[in-house]
């Protein structure tokens, strides 16, 4: 798999959010150049929770696109993955009058009305990392598709437990789109491909890596034969892999799970992971801010998109309106030292 080239964070300033938001961080900057063409729109993003990885890592990739097409670039997210918090941080950003919204529902039912009131507004409103297809969002931009990252996360675990045995999903939100959707694939692809494998059950924990490891110690101690365990988040694969190795299980409690580079790097090392499905998150936020600068600027996708020397080919869905960053990335002791996020 071509691994995307690191992106170079242009330089950011900080602004500050007319609106002052109660349990919630602030952490806005804006990037311009003088390329042109795009100086006047600004793009937030509004992510799942702020400073975890992943979204750090998107924040950046959308700093460095901002600079590259002179359009500024916002970013906050709550501080826990509370619906409500970030409902009252997409309003905030209504109330700037920004020029595109991208957010990462942590429910995308509760989120649909605000997003409703961004389009109102006349701001266009992008969802990224998770959806909510049933909103007014004018495209999804995705960073793999459903079925290749649950089929990703389906393989690695058969392979790590030889096929067979009993095995248990530690996921995160119980409302987050993609999330479900991957755990519905799994179920569907290991119920069809790998039949003596069995799911004993599926727990939520939250964007919270302590509960995470809490929960697979219990499913552990609940399950005798367990033999495999899937992070479903960036939270829970170092948490399960973390409950392995504090239970002195490595080798015999297989995990694997969509956890980032750093993070999963010394689970990797010691066997508690097995391996990481995940993407190139920094080319997310690159991808997310030239869909939300094309859409400000009045422009359609193609079937095939040239956005950048190292996104020359980003294929969109019209039926579902997605874009689709490309197929899911393995992360194993042998690239994990590629990645910096």
């Known amino acids: 798999m071509k691994i995307q080239k690191k ?50 890592a998107m924040d950046a990739g959308g700093k460095a696109g901002a600079s590259t097409l002179g359009s500024t670039w916002l970013y906050q997210g709550a501080t826990s993955d509370d619906a409500a918090q970030q409902a009252d941080i997409v309003r905030g950003f209504i109330q700037q009058k920004v020029s595109a919204i991208i957010v990462a529902p942590n429910d995308p039912d509760s989120i649909a009305p605000v997003l409703k009131e961004a389009q109102d507004a006349g701001i266009k409103v992008l969802t990224s990392d998770t959806d ?115 239970a002195g299980k490595i080798g015999v409690v297989h995990t694997v799970g969509v956890g980032t580079p750093t993070t999963m790097k010394p689970y990797l090392a010691d066997g508690s992971s ?4 995940l993407w190139d998150a920094t080319a997310l936020g690159n991808l997310a801010n030239w869909a939300a600068v094309q859409l400000a600027q009045g422009k359609t996708f193609a079937a095939t998109n040239n956005v950048s020397t190292d996104l020359p080919a980003v294929a969109y869905d019209d ?9 899911p990335l393995i992360i194993t002791t042998a690239n994990v030292d590629q990645f910096n996020y």
């Open 132 to 246: 909510a297809p049933n909103s007014v969002r004018q495209v999804f931009v995705a960073q793999a598709s459903d079925k290749g990252i649950g089929d990703a996360l389906s393989d690695q675990l058969a392979t790590a437990m030889g096929g067979s045995g009993e095995y248990a999903i530690v996921s995160c939100g119980e409302t987050a789109n993609n999330l479900n959707a991957w755990i519905a694939e799994e179920k569907s692809y290991i119920g069809a491909n790998h039949p003596d494998m069995t799911l004993v059950d599926t727990v939520f924990a939250g964007e919270d890596q302590a509960k995470s490891a809490q929960m697979a110690t219990d499913l552990i101690n609940a399950h005798p034969n367990l033999k495999g365990i899937i992070g479903e988040c960036t939270t829970s694969a170092p948490g399960v892999a973390q409950a392995v190795r504090d």
């Open 274 to 277: 097995s391996a990481s499905v």
């Open 319 to 327: 039926s579902t309106k997605t874009l689709l960053l490309g197929p």
């Open 7 to 56: 992106l170079t964070i242009g330089a950011a300033a900080t602004l500050a959010l007319a609106v002052a938001l109660t349990g919630c961080t602030s952490k806005n900057a804006s990037s311009a150049s003088s390329t042109g063409g795009s100086d006047k729109i600004t793009v937030a993003f509004v992510p799942k929770l702020q400073g975890i990885p992943i979204f750090e």
